[in-house]
């Protein structure tokens, strides 16, 4: 069982620890974790080695330091969800039908980027494009992994003010830190947010706006062909996506879900803060859901809200 905490500032309404008693939902689930950043020098564009200051070795440092972080983020989120989780991470150069085969994941969960996509080697992309463009295996997609998923079925990204990425490299607007999102239309996916806070004692309503945490400055230019937009925000009109059908069950989002879980042991920096995210962590428990029910297993999920 997880705890979360949240404790109010000294002369508020509220001096005082609330607790929030998380039992895990989900029984058994098999998920693959895509790591999208860069890896190694072979991973890098002509065009990123061409950059003003262009070092590998710090570039590269740089990747996988956040990588190393985005991707616990991800991982301690399955593994506070699902009683008995089986988590594998690859890299995305490592991705293959084959390995998927042989993984048998009940979904895959996509980690979000840092570097511009022109900045990638383009091989990079062909093999994985074909492969989640094929797969019946649910998807998850987060921030960066919502804007590749989104340029597999013809959208473009723009930096938030509608330039191309190679037209503003820096001093981008950015949409950063715990924002509003509005939800266009329902979907299971947003299952239970708002449900179960407090207020004058009471159970909270279903919400139509969420609390999550945004670190971006680029966005899909246009909903992609099959999907549909589920949620906006004031800097950016697409910020959840669904593609349901027979064969496939993706979801994308803008903002980053996995920033749910806090340790509060460390000190809290850029990475590591005290302010949880109530609607990342339920919205993500939900996809792990939807992920079930799509593969014919919803017996593994303990009870719906």
Not at 115 to 137: C, G, H, M, Q, W
Not at 202 to 218: D, E, F, T
Not at 254 to 283: A, L, M, T
Request: charged share 25%; hydrophobic share 40%.
């Amino acid at each position: 069982m997880n705890r979360v905490v949240q404790k109010m500032a000294p002369g508020t309404a509220k001096d005082y620890y609330e607790f929030e008693l998380i039992e895990p939902r989900i029984k058994l689930m098999r998920v693959l974790i895509v790591d999208n950043l860069h890896r190694q020098v072979m991973d890098l564009s002509e065009i990123a080695r061409r950059l003003p200051g262009f070092r590998a070795s710090n570039w590269l440092k740089q990747e996988r330091t956040i990588a190393a972080l985005a991707l616990e983020n991800i991982v301690q989120n399955i593994k506070r969800l699902v009683r008995r989780p089986v988590v594998r991470v690859v890299h995305l150069s490592d991705v293959s039908a084959a390995l998927i085969e042989d993984f048998d994941p009940d979904a895959l969960v996509l980690s979000g980027t840092l570097s511009d996509f022109d900045l990638y080697n383009p091989r990079l992309f062909e093999n994985f494009k074909a492969i989640v463009r094929n797969t019946n295996v649910p998807i998850l997609g987060i921030c960066g992994g919502h804007h590749m998923i989104g340029t597999f079925w013809g959208a473009e990204v723009v930096t938030l003010d509608d330039k191309y990425p190679w037209e503003k490299r820096d001093h981008r607007v950015v949409e950063y830190q715990y924002r509003f999102v509005k939800i266009l239309q329902p979907d299971p996916i947003f299952a239970g947010v708002g449900r179960g806070r407090q207020k004058n004692g009471q159970a909270g309503q279903p919400s139509q706006v969420l609390k999550v945490w945004q670190n971006h400055a680029l966005k899909l230019d246009r909903v992609p062909t099959g999907f549909v937009n589920l949620a906006k925000s004031y800097l950016c009109d697409i910020q959840a996506l669904v593609k349901r059908s027979e064969e496939q069950l993706i979801y994308t989002v803008q903002f980053h879900i996995e920033k749910s879980f806090e340790d509060w042991n460390k000190r809290p920096d850029f990475w590591n803060h005290r302010v949880e995210s109530r609607d990342g962590r339920i919205i993500f428990e939900n996809f792990l859901g939807e992920a079930l029910k799509h593969r014919g297993k919803g017996h593994q999920i303990v009870a719906d809200r």
